[in-house]
């Protein structure tokens, strides 16, 4: 991370996430296919009402782990192998706190906050039931993320992957059995998500509890007494888990208003939803190596170094973001009739990726600027940032005209829209944060 050629370097370490994250999606679209088709659009519609209420619920403490990423890689910069071990052990405490509260507030809130969202009679009772089995892997879920940030901030994204894909298997194989063999249905298909995340988490915490000092996770020495280093994760992490939440509180707006077309505008919506992770897997994998190499380098002093692996990100993001685009828009009746046959249903999802999968490459402009600023400690620029450009004018155009003219494609367009403004305002912020630390630098 610290010497070499950054575009080499980046995109080793970016290619294990990238394969993670398509790998990861390809196993939760098994799980929409399987009820799509041996189930029923409206099961089809109930698991992918849940996605902006699963991600309301984890997104502050998946933010959390990106601290944990943050602070472990700046301290390896400066070769402080007791602040790792000081970290990791809070990080570790962090993991299993988090879980069980998460486990208890995805229980305690399944019914009422899907009938805020005015999911309709036909879909609630499977909504519901799928989240409520789904929040039984929660702790799984956040001991896998905090791990695999471990790893990932000294440079290890290989074994993170190697976990992805023995729970991706499990999940898969499961899936079929409980849907077609035990005919769960919904809840089949959340269980084996459940299942498939504890053979995730499991396999991350046998490399942890292995791995060399200062690494190496012992649960004995789990704690919260480290201030210095709760305080630095939680510094960067709860603005960066913020903005996920209020991000995703946003996409529970659109959701609503997605709810409102009816069960087949919510089936093709959750069908189209599987390519538009995929796109931001790719970018994801980027931003997760800015804000790694950042940290670093960071660490190290190295401020020009920061901005070759801003540009480096931006460059390879856009490139491979653009290819699946367009790719995804060009095929889009073949790529959703994966999902369904039901006619209505493929309209309305080919509709959400023309208007949204398409676009996502501009995304990229304020992903790779915003993990850039994180990883120079700068988490809450960020954040206020993407609550205005991005969650704010969602909600708006949510609640005004603008977005409620009974088109789903006028609906939707918020998102390239709002992509739009919050990179440029994103790109700003980090030529003045670097200015300002080039002068400071220079004095």
């Keep these: ?5 950054v575009y080499r370097n980046m995109l080793i370490f970016a290619l ?9 999606q390809s196993f939760n679209s098994v799980d929409v296919a399987v009820v799509g088709r041996f189930v029923g659009h409206h099961a089809l519609a109930a698991v992918g009402s849940n996605g902006p209420v699963i991600n309301l619920i984890v997104n502050l403490f998946l933010g959390i782990s990106v601290g944990v990423n943050v602070v472990i890689a700046n301290y390896l910069g400066r070769s402080n192998n007791e602040g790792v071990k000081r970290a990791v052990a809070t990080a570790t405490a962090l993991a299993a706190v988090s879980g069980v509260l998460l486990l208890v507030l995805g229980e305690s809130v399944a ?5 805020a969202l005015g999911t309709p009679d036909e879909v609630l009772g499977d909504a519901v039931a799928y989240l409520r089995v789904y929040s039984l892997g929660m702790p799984f879920m956040m001991v896998y993320n905090f791990g695999a940030a471990i790893l990932r901030s000294f440079g290890d994204t290989r074994r993170p992957f190697y976990a992805l894909v023995a729970g991706g298997f499990v999940n898969v194989g499961l899936n079929l059995f409980f849907v077609l063999v035990c005919g769960m249905g919904v809840s089949g298909v959340a269980l084996a998500t459940v299942i498939a995340n504890g053979v995730s988490a499991a396999f991350i915490y046998k490399v942890l509890s ?3 000092e200062p690494c190496r996770v012992d649960p004995r020495l789990m704690t919260f007494n480290h201030g210095v280093e709760l305080g ?3 510094r960067i992490g709860v603005p960066a888990g913020l903005q996920g939440m209020v991000f995703s509180f946003s996409n529970v707006f659109i959701q609503s208003a997605v709810n409102s077309f009816g069960a087949d505008a919510m089936a093709g919506s959750a069908a189209a939803l599987n390519y538009e992770l995929y796109g931001y897997f790719i970018i994801s994998a980027f931003a997760q190596s800015v804000v790694a190499f950042t940290g670093q380098n960071n660490g190290a002093g190295n401020l020009r170094r920061c901005s070759e692996v801003l540009r480096a990100g931006l ?4 490139a491979s973001s653009v290819c699946f685009d367009l790719a995804a828009g060009l095929f889009a009746v073949g790529a959703v009739s994966i999902f369904t046959t039901v006619p209505e249903v493929i309209t309305y999802a080919v509709t ?10 501009i995304a990229c402009s304020y992903e790779m600027a915003g993990a850039s600023l994180r990883g120079q400690g700068y988490s809450m620029t960020p954040t206020v940032i993407t609550v205005i ?5 969602r909600l708006v155009w949510v609640m005004t005209p603008l977005g409620l003219d009974g088109s789903f494609a006028r609906l939707l367009s918020v998102y390239p829209i709002t992509w739009v403004v919050t990179g440029i305002a994103m790109l700003m912020a980090r030529v003045a944060v670097t200015r300002r630390l080039m002068r400071e630098t220079a004095r």
């Design 389 to 393: 450009g991005t969650c704010l004018l």
């Design 111 to 115: 019914a009422p906050i899907l009938v």
């Design 1 to 5: 991370m610290l010497g070499g050629n």
């Design 210 to 212: 292995r791995e060399q």
């Design 352 to 361: 959400r990726v023309r208007c949204c999968t398409a676009f996502q490459f």
């Design 232 to 234: 630095k994760i939680l």
């Design 16 to 24: 294990p996430l990238i394969a993670s994250g398509v790998l990861q």
């Design 315 to 318: 460059v390879m993001s856009l």
